[in-house]
């Protein structure tokens, strides 16, 4: 039965560091307690965002070289529970998805990201014993410790709320640290069981608060919702184990638990009203755009996983195939972690997820009245958490997260009975793992080096230099050839330096065919070229994609018009009609100003005037001119946001707001 408890040593192994008969073993186990530190600062960030592949790439290859310890390690054999099975049938249900993924090489990256990490389920019950729960806790809270703190110090100097720290956004950081609170709170009691000091066990409770604290300044409405109920749950476990014991001491100690209690709550309503509390009662509102914006993605996010129930459009595939789906503007990530597994890789594997995860709250339960007690209630928690929070937003797409995850899966569900004896010098299952990582490290340094190559073309792109850029983005796909964005940056660039980019035009859209954007680069090729029944098939395969695309619908009524062909009056009152929809009436933030209505408005002015339906267009160029004006209530905002998001020529998607403005008033004037 797995316990907290340490147990007293053999003779043959008192002289053993932490009870391993072996130095790989040992080396093994100090590389998994440096992963739990390092993971929330390495491992945090969003790589179909920020392109960050090194940090992935060197946490697969490192983990290639500690399985391969592992291997050599004869106590440090895999232990399978049915937890075990099931994930394994979740990772090979992933891999199945990638063989009809719509997108492979990012498919490819997505399945090597999560198999890494939950290489770190397996490894921690093969590591697993009594004394070394301590040490396996204590990595866990301290890696989330050193990223939260920045965040805090930051609210302490600024009163600014929102903070991110090392993780993607604060969403992201507020799920790490609602699954760490229960673990966390569970920390002090084992830390008395090793070393009953009432000045350690104090010290080793300040976690506790300073996470809590880093949770409210995130100001995450899911976070602080995910952290409710995982406390919860795990109060409730804590009380059913231990609720003799508790009883009696709340009545020893009444007046230390009051007084304890209102100081929390004191305090936590003091920080709760400069923080979590204004985006809740913002969120009761009806115009609250937040809320209604991601509960439109969550419908589109059902609609693709109806579209593809079985193996879905494949792994990492949401970012290109959501707009297809889109009700409202684009997102990368479906703001819901279990629809978006079911839209990437099927419903199945969302479904093997559950079963792994309620296997592992059964074989906790089952030991929760024993010495494992701390442990089942707070990983316990931690789970509830992830599912609670993967509700709201996509946790589980930040790799130290799924860390973390596997982490308390291996704690619940570990069982130790006795393995059977095995003469085997290497074993076969480390083996294998040890080859799979190097392959996913190698496929994901592959990208690293691509987008390496692609920064520095970029430079040379800022510099005036487009030939030079364009010939150094033929290394990047050289590098990473898989990669349409790379093909797509090559073939933009190389028509910029006057070369001819069909080529990889082409190639970009063969290998990426659900991006609009591939398909209107070789629009606007074509419509160079003089070829209008080209261009007119790029635009309709575009748009097929990204029918909400207003930016693509008004470049091709630009094309249209141009052409003397009046169709191009349709694509403009499409935008139009868009404009009084859910796209145009919930931007994902306040900030983002869609301008493409005002342009529209400005454009099929003529055929209003001709139709004498002035009535209307006065409406419409009031409406324009109101969204004109919050765009420049917005300018310097929305220049920092362009320079924090980068881009590779961080272009000004409203440079035309002064001339626009004018055109629009003296169309007001002309109407009065």
């Known amino acids: 039965m797995l316990s907290s408890r340490p147990a007293p040593p053999p003779a043959s192994r008192e002289g053993n560091i932490l009870g391993f008969d072996s130095l790989p073993a040992l080396l093994s186990f100090g590389a998994l307690l440096a992963l739990l530190i390092g993971a929330p600062t390495n491992l945090s960030g969003y790589w179909p965002a920020d392109y960050s592949f090194w940090s992935q790439a060197f946490f697969l290859l490192i983990g290639a070289g500690v399985t391969l310890l592992l291997a050599l390690s004869p106590d440090a054999r895999p232990r399978f529970s049915n937890t075990a099975w099931l994930l394994i049938a979740f990772l090979l249900w992933n891999a199945i998805a990638i063989s009809t993924s719509v997108y492979k090489h990012d498919s490819y990256l997505e399945v090597a990201r999560v198999f890494g990490a939950f290489v770190t389920f397996f490894a921690v019950s093969a590591l697993w014993s009594p004394e070394r729960a301590i040490w396996i806790v204590g990595a866990w809270v301290l890696g989330l410790l050193g990223s939260d703190g920045s965040s805090v110090l930051e609210f302490i100097q600024t009163r600014a709320a ?130 209604i914006f991601r509960t439109y993605v969550w419908r589109s996010t059902i609609d693709m996983a109806r579209a593809k129930p079985l193996t879905g459009f494949g792994p990492g595939s949401f970012p290109h195939v959501y707009p297809r789906f889109a009700k409202v503007s684009y997102t990368r990530h479906a703001h819901q972690s279990w629809s978006q597994i079911a839209a990437e890789n099927g419903i199945p594997a969302t479904l093997l997820l559950f079963a792994a995860i309620a296997c592992a709250f059964t074989a906790g339960w089952k030991r929760l009245k024993t010495q494992d007690w701390p442990l089942i209630a707070g990983m316990s928690g931690a789970i509830v958490a992830l599912l609670v929070h993967g509700c709201f937003d996509s946790g589980y797409l930040t790799t130290s997260i799924v860390i973390m995850l596997a982490v308390a899966l291996a704690i619940l569900a570990y069982d130790d009975k006795p393995l059977q004896e095995s003469n085997a010098r290497l074993n076969p299952f480390w083996l294998g793992t040890t080859l799979l990582l190097a392959l996913a490290g190698n496929q994901t340094q592959k990208a690293a080096s691509g987008e390496d190559a692609r920064f ?33 940056t090559r073939g933009r660039w190389q028509e910029l330096s006057g070369e001819d980019g069909e080529i990889s035009l082409q190639t970009a859209a063969a290998l990426q065919p659900t991006v609009a954007n591939n398909w209107a680069n070789l629009a606007r090729r074509a419509t160079k070229s003089g070829t209008p029944r080209q261009t007119e098939e790029y635009y309709a395969k575009a748009l097929e994609n990204n029918p909400l695309d207003t930016s693509l619908l008004l470049e091709r009524a630009q094309y249209r018009l141009q052409s003397k062909n009046s169709q191009g009056y349709d694509d403009l009152e499409k935008i139009i009609d868009l404009w009084t929809q859910p796209l145009g009436l919930y931007p994902p933030i306040e900030q983002n100003v869609n301008l493409d209505f005002a342009r529209a408005t400005s454009l099929l002015a003529p055929k209003f005037l001709q139709s004498r339906d002035k009535a209307r267009l006065q409406g419409l160029v009031t409406h324009a001119l109101a969204d004109c004006s919050r765009a420049q209530s917005f300018a310097e905002q929305n220049a920092e946001m362009r320079r924090q998001l980068g881009g590779e020529l961080a272009l000004d998607e409203n440079a035309d707001l002064g001339t626009l403005v004018t055109e629009l008033q003296q169309l007001q004037t002309s109407l009065k």
């Open 162 to 291: 929102g903070q991110s720290a090392t993780f993607s956004n604060q969403n992201a950081l507020a799920n790490a640290l609602a699954m760490t609170l229960p673990v966390a709170l569970i920390f002090p009691i084992l830390v008395r069981r090793r070393v009953p000091s009432p000045a350690i066990v104090a010290l080793s409770a300040l976690p506790l608060g300073i996470i809590g604290l880093g949770l409210l300044i995130t100001s995450s409405k899911g976070g602080f919702l995910a952290a409710l109920v995982a406390l919860t749950v795990t109060g409730i476990l804590i009380c059913r184990a231990k609720a003799a014991v508790l009883g009696v001491a709340i009545r020893r100690h009444k007046a230390a638990f009051g007084a304890g209690a209102l100081v929390f709550l004191v305090l936590f309503g003091l920080i709760a009203a400069k923080t979590v509390l204004p985006r809740l009662t913002a969120a009761r509102g009806a115009q609250d755009n937040s809320t």
């Open 456 to 488: 520095v073309a970029s430079d040379f792109l800022q510099k005036g230099a487009p030939s030079v850029a364009a010939t150094r983005m033929g290394e990047a796909t050289s590098n990473d050839p898989g990669s349409a964005r790379l093909w797509s």
